[in-house]
């Protein structure tokens, strides 16, 4: 039997880490949960007043890494601190940083793939600024990379689970999707 809940959510999500340059050329980062790809060339995040959304809203690009297994403890203090209180949030936690070739933002070397993302559209609503981005290009370590594109196996991404508000693993495969259903047609 089903019970009625006080509230509603939506889990898992994804682990975003938005990486941008301040005001000053600084690289920065944070940790975004709301977000997601809203058509084949685009995504959508939902921002609170952020340093960092300061200067995705000044830049106009930006990236977004996966958050790893190996790399959860950082993922999540660029999410705990904000650049506001501890500039240097990025070393802290041990993250470095090369500049991407086709955006103006910093790309995490740590973390084995970003998406570089140019923004499309700013959205104040609901109390929040939602960013529509273009995914302009995608950079890839070789390691997670095979012939049909990126190994998830080999990345290990982290998702949120907000219900029991906590990091986890990408599971194992259990059906191919426009396929799994065929069974029944
Ligand atoms: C799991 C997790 C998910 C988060 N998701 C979001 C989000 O979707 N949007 C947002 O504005 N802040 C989100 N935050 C909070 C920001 O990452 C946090 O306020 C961070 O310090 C902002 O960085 P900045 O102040 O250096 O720009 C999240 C934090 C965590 C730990």
Redesign the pocket.
Known sequence: MKKQLEKGFVTPLP??IIATYNENGEP????????GQCSGDLIT????A????E?IKRNREFTVSYATKEFVEAC?Y???????KVPD?LERCGLTVTKSGKVNAPVIDQLPVAIECRVQDIIEEYG?TRVVAKIVGMVADESVLTDEGVDLDKLCPIM?DSSAKS?RVVGETVGKAWGAGKKFL
């Open positions: 682990v975003f920065t980062a944070m940790n975004a949960a709301w977000g995040i939902s921002l609170g952020h340093p960092s959304t200067n999540d660029v999410g705990i601190v904000s650049a506001s949030k929040e949120f990091y």
